[in-house]
């Protein structure tokens, strides 16, 4: 059974948000034949699934966009400086619509299953409902933010009000009116809480560990702050590319020992009222000195001090005990205000603890909270739980699963040793969870489309990273990291979020334009690390 297909496939693509709409459109310029499959009944990806009220992009949304074709450019116009969820899956559509992506798209398809044929040189792929696919490649564009993280909380079954995850929105949900909880305080929730607490009847926020919450500064785009950008884009882009983060950042002022106390204030103050993630990187050492970190977190907190009326509930919000930004920065629009409203409430869960769900809401260790809905904003199985949940099997049978077990292991986190012809886009071992992820893709789709024209080019059976290059990229990455801040909190980068998940720090954190070196360097190389066969 292969689908309706006369014969196998060059490549399959699995997952249709940014990075496998594009992988399927590089590979068409090769004159290479791919099928992409998606779980959703949509493409989109994040986008499609992340409709949650107040959901919105974080990065400016003329760079949260693709590059790699003008006329797509010329025909799109964003509406705002950060892209609400339902602008940008509008824009994945469009684009899926305007390359003539659909045709070769099966929606609403869970693949389940894949295993390598080493005598064929080929990958079968099983789908939940049983079919299945044989391709030449295998292109793994599955997310590292797809996988939702729902905890296992007592008595969550026997709880009759409505339970929503702001990974997994259902389309009809509608909460006005109603009592509703939230538990998490990250981006998501971050997002979300302004939007419920307008919605609600009331609010309870049920909150773990506070986040460092930076204004969005969000805005329409005016079409002459457009067209300013436009006129300079090819340079922005370029500069994204060899940037460390793929975000258009203002450069930062050094060593924050090196600014003067009144400088180093007014620069603080300058990036809280640009807005953004741009308040992490005023110094070139907030992420490296713990007194340059505490610098800027106590900005914030001060921020926070002067702006939730109720000093206790301020407090409550206050980040402490971990440096700033090694929990991803949230990018919030009144996220501290609505805590002035009269419909809202803060739970301290570290003070009173979470105890059971109850039939009619939450019992915490000092009182329980009647609630009609609980919206579980408590993030995701990051980088490795979508893959994870694909039985995936390489060379001699061996499970990804398996080899990822004591955490996850690739060369330039594109590859896999024992996983012949397979790639994994925007995955662990890459920068792209820690940059502008739509910057890391071009290049991740460009990077293995390159590499995919020279082995049909070269009539090249397999590539395959070898065991020595993977040893050393874990080290690279490991040494980079245990430079920083970023280790020392209990992050979804570490794996912290998801109990009984390996703690290792899974995103290479070199930055995308010394990665982007990295990855041309290798190619250049004859594709150094890998063996071709
Ligand atoms: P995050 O950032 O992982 O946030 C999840 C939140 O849920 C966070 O506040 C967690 O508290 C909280 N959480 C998780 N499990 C529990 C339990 N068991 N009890 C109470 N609270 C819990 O996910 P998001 O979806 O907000 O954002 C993910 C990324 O998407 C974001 O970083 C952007 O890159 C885009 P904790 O901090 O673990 O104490």
Known sequence: PQ??????????????????????????????????????DGVGGTWHHNRYPGARCDVDSIDYSY??????????????????????????EFVADRLGLRRDIRLSTRVRAAEFDEHAESWSVTADDGRTWRARWLVFATGSLSQANAPDFPGA????????????????????????????TGSSGVQAIPVLAEEAEHLVVFQRTPGFVVPARNHPLSPDETAAIEADYATRRQALRESFGG???PPSSGPAADVPHGERLAELERRWSIGGLCLQSAFSDVMTDPAANEQVARFVRDRIRDTVHDPSTAETLCPTGYPLGAKRLCVGTD???????????????????LETFTPGGIRTSAQEYALDAVVLATGFDAMTGALDR?????????????EWAAGPRSYLGLSVAGFPNMFVLAGPGSPSVMSNVVVSIEQHVEWVRDLLAHLADTGTGTVEATAEAQDRWVELGNQIASATLYPSADSWYMGANVPGKPRVFMPFLGGVGTYRGICDGVAADGYKGFTLG
């Open 3 to 40: 689908d309706g297909q006369a014969g196998p496939t060059d490549v399959l693509i699995v997952g249709a948000g940014f990075a496998g709409l594009y992988m399927l459109h590089a590979i068409r310029t090769l004159g290479l034949s791919a099928v992409l499959l998606e779980a959703g």
């Open 67 to 92: 590059s790699f074709d003008p006329a797509i450019r010329a025909e799109w116009t964003w509406s705002e400086r950060y892209p609400s969820a339902p602008e940008i899956r509008r824009y994945l």
């Open 157 to 184: 079954s026997e709880y009759r009000g409505r339970l929503l995850h702001t990974a997994d929105w259902p389309r009809d949900a509608d909460l006005r009116g109603r009592r509703v909880g939230v538990i998490g």
């Open 247 to 249: 975000w258009h950042l």
């Open 335 to 353: 996220y501290y205000e609505t805590y002035n409203r009269g419909n809202v409430d803060l739970v301290d869960l570290r003070a009173t603890p």
């Open 390 to 402: 694909i039985d995936i099997r390489g060379r001699g049978g061996r499970r990804l699963r398996d």
